[in-house]
């Protein structure tokens, strides 16, 4: 949802998180499915693995909208 604070799809900036080092995770949901991707120093890390995934997994068909 791109009205997640961060204003990219698939990524969440976690501020209670203990660790601080990597506050942004990148998670993938598809069919009820989540997958987590991992988590990131920067917003735009993590919103570049939620891209990767999602062209691995649609291809030709993937869109960034």
């Known amino acids: 949802n791109v009205n997640n604070g961060v204003g990219m799809k698939g990524v969440q900036y ?8 990597k506050p942004y995770r ?8 989540i ?3 991992g988590s990131f120093k920067t917003a ?3 919103s570049k693995a939620w891209a990767d995934y999602a062209k ?3 291809g030709q068909f993937f869109r960034l909208s």
Do not use: M, S
């Open 14 to 21: 976690r501020a209670n998180r203990a660790n601080r080092v």
């Open 35 to 37: 997958t987590h991707l």
């Open 26 to 33: 990148a998670r993938y949901q598809e069919d009820g499915r």
């Open 56 to 58: 691995q997994r649609h």
């Open 44 to 46: 735009e890390e993590a």
